[in-house]
């Protein structure tokens, strides 16, 4: 299974890697914005056998454990840059030394820092894909930008950019603004659909990537009541923003609904995992869900489901309505 990242020509497997937790631990102040301790040399043999089994997006962003993600994905493909796409992301400022967030910046100056700052983490001479990684920006100082996005393109630095957020709105204002804009990075799993975005998308035929396809975890099947994790990792501690934990726990009612579409999402013999990222798959053919690993062993059953494909229309319209009207 193939994808196109909206009009850039850019090839990618239908699945991605999200880079996000081998970062390994950092904070903003007392919150944990990890996912806990990692261990690096599984992170390189997880990734690298990811390309073994064809996926070939890899999404990570310059703060996840601030540039320690960019250098583990530079440190895994070396000498294999020609058979991956590489999508990272900017506007979060960040003290390495400390592991710190330490605020943000939309400025035009910040960007050019910023991206040479993460060609330098990621040993390399461009970036494929490179995208504005505050949620919530004002339209206006995103738009203010794309002219210096442009010149990254024309200097050969990046091939291709887009925006990670939430908002319709500002998908809608970015997707036409430039001419190399190719992909809006949205929350998007069973539990949390974003048809707004969606619809954005496909009106100007650019690229879905969905973070969050496995909803933190919750949709692999791996967490129960009685799962807790720990001070280190940002579900552990969870932010306002994060609602499938509480408490260092699994929040009841996602389990509840994760117990209500388990038996639609495995009814093929797929795992829990492989249902819920070919829901997505079945939701739109523009879709690029990019589940975190930590481990080979997870990579392997993420990839296992691009050779079972979307989800039926059946078995999608039955998880949709498990949802909409449950029992």
Not at 255 to 284: E, M, N, Y
């Amino acid at each position: 299974m193939k994808r196109t990242l909206g009009r850039s020509g850019i090839e990618v497997s239908a699945l991605g890697v999200g880079c996000w937790a081998i970062g390994g631990p950092f904070w903003q102040g007392a919150q944990p914005l990890g996912w806990g301790e990692v261990d690096d040399e599984e992170s390189v043999r997880a990734l690298r056998r990811a390309l073994e089994l064809g996926v070939t997006f890899f999404d990570t962003a310059d703060v996840y454990g601030t540039g320690h993600s960019e250098r583990i994905l530079g440190r895994a493909f070396a000498g294999h840059r020609d058979e991956v796409v590489i999508a990272t992301k900017w506007g979060n400022t960040f003290d390495e030394t400390t592991r710190q967030l330490t605020g943000s910046d939309a400025t035009p100056g910040y960007l050019r820092t910023a991206v040479e700052g993460s060609l330098r983490r990621l040993g390399t001479d461009r970036i494929d894909l490179y995208q504005l990684h505050l949620n919530d920006l004002p339209v206006p100082a995103a738009l203010a930008l794309v002219d210096t996005l442009e010149e990254l393109v024309a200097a050969g630095k990046i091939r291709a950019y887009g925006w990670s957020t939430d908002f319709a709105d500002r998908a809608s204002a970015i997707a036409g603004a430039g001419a190399h804009v190719a992909a809006i990075q949205h929350a998007m799993s069973v539990l949390e659909d974003s048809p707004d975005v969606l619809d954005v998308v496909e009106k100007h035929e650019l690229a879905s990537i969905n973070r969050g396809p496995l909803a933190m975890g919750l949709l692999t099947g791996k967490y129960t009541r009685s799962s807790t994790l720990g001070p280190d990792d940002v579900r552990g501690i969870a932010p306002e923003w994060l609602s499938f934990f509480r408490d260092g726990r699994p929040a009841p009612r996602w389990l509840d609904r994760v117990a209500a579409v388990r038996d639609a999402l495995t009814s093929d013999g797929r795992t829990l995992a492989q249902g819920a990222l070919g829901w997505l798959w079945a939701r739109s053919d523009r879709t690029i869900p990019i589940p975190g690993c930590r481990t080979v062993a997870q990579v392997e059953e993420n990839a296992a489901a691009l050779a079972k494909g979307p989800l039926s229309p059946d078995a999608a319209a039955t998880v949709t309505s498990l949802l909409t009207h449950p029992s």
